[in-house]
């Protein structure tokens, strides 16, 4: 199913582990050593500059084709039209998937800059294509366009376990939910906000299991990405700021100054108190993904009460806010230098329990035979090239 040697990415996971071990001095210099000699992977992965640079170029590569393509085509015949459109961008589609299967199987990419264009410019051709193609026979072509994306751009996130297109899947996902409730009418005035919640909780309840199951350990950060953005929509769904601006916008509700809409208390109640629960359960979790997700929504929280319930002095506001945040990050990353009931502001060495498991039993098994070697060289009873440790004598005449 994945594009790429499932055996180099792990072999990459496991020696990130290990570098991480050795970084904190709980693995020797030999055992590093082994590490990487014996999980080898031999991806071309650039650094960072370098892989923006082949992006980059490989972008305006695929543009200088698409150019040329319609040039060519333009002057063969001048009436072209969105079937010439729809034509252009699956074929382009096509050819980008190609290219990327090949560079991937020949030149071992992964990450490269080059692999990640060609996926992004594959998409977005069949994206288009399809939104073109729909547009020419329905009305609601972005409810259409959505539902026949959405296998292939799940299918790309299996297949390049790439995080990215995870976000556009999870993303298509809730759009094309939220475009079905759209179409119920006067109804989904009533229950967007709750379906939208309703929904998120399945998804991240998928996500969370299936990343403590070492089968899916290769997509784990795209499983992060599903679970992050379940909990980020949830609350989103739920802020009074979202809720009074998309009823404006979707739903056609005219609203004057000062004006409150149905239910504000209950959506100020949720802006208010579901940060301070993600914060609770992160902690009671010790998730630090979620912990920083619900510092990131108390934030939109402060915002969005600031927005509604303005003191008319936002330089002051801002400031001041500005600073007790300071001081709240500089003490608490001071108090959690240490264990502080199994919270810590330091790097959690067992947080992956795959990697530390196949790390483990790695550096256990090196440091055994090391063990081994050592005390065969030792050995007081040996003398010399006979297998048994008599008399000495080899095996050739």
């Known amino acids: 199913m994945i594009a790429y040697n499932t055996t180099y990415l792990r072999n990459i996971a496991i020696v990130k582990k290990a570098k991480q071990w050795f970084s904190h001095q709980l693995i020797s210099g030999e055992q590093m050593a082994t590490i990487l000699n014996k999980y080898d992977a031999p991806f071309y992965k650039p650094n960072l500059f370098i892989k923006i640079g082949l992006f980059i170029f490989t972008g305006v590569l695929i543009s200088a084709a698409l150019g040329f393509y319609c040039l060519f085509a333009y002057t063969i015949d001048h009436s072209l039209n969105n079937g010439f459109a729809t034509f252009t961008c699956f074929l382009f589609a096509i050819g980008s998937f190609v290219c990327l299967e090949i560079f991937i199987k020949n030149n071992k990419l992964y ?14 051709f069949l994206f288009s294509g399809i939104s073109i193609w729909v547009d020419n026979y329905t009305d609601n072509r972005i409810l259409l366009t959505l539902i026949i994306f959405l296998p292939f751009v799940v299918m790309a996130a299996l297949r390049y376990v790439d995080t990215l297109v995870t976000l556009a899947a999870i993303l298509c996902l809730y759009a094309i939910f939220f475009y079905s409730l759209l179409n119920i009418g006067t109804v989904a005035k009533l229950i967007m906000p709750f379906a939208l919640m309703l929904f998120s909780v399945p998804i991240y309840l998928i996500a969370r299991k299936q990343k403590q ?3 899916y350990f290769l997509w784990k950060h795209c499983l992060s990405v599903c679970e992050a953005v379940a909990l980020i929509l949830f609350y989103l769904a739920g802020n009074y700021f979202v809720i009074r601006e998309s009823s404006i916008a979707f739903f056609d509700m005219k609203l004057e100054d000062g004006q ?11 802006t208010a108190t579901v940060p301070l629960l993600y914060a609770y359960y992160a902690l009671k979790t010790k998730n630090k993904t979620i912990l920083l997700i619900s510092l990131l929504l108390i934030t939109a929280s402060a915002l969005t009460f600031k927005y509604y319930f303005s003191l008319h002095h ?15 990050a500089y003490f608490s990353i001071r108090y959690l230098k240490t264990d502080k009931h199994g919270i810590t502001f330091k790097e959690d060495m067992n947080e992956d329990n795959f990697l530390k498991k196949n ?5 256990i098994a090196q440091s055994f035979s090391a063990q081994v070697t050592s005390q065969h060289q030792n050995d007081p009873n040996s003398f010399g090239g006979g297998d048994f440790g008599g008399g000495g004598a080899g095996d050739s005449f």
């Open 213 to 215: 199951n070492d089968a």
């Open 111 to 124: 990450n490269s800059g080059i692999d990640d264009a060609l996926l992004y410019s594959a998409l977005s």
């Open 359 to 363: 790390a483990e039993a790695l550096i």
């Open 314 to 328: 936002p330089e002051i506001t801002l400031t001041g806010a500005g600073i007790i945040m300071i001081l709240i």
């Open 260 to 270: 409150e809409i149905p239910l504000a208390f209950l959506f100020y109640f949720l």
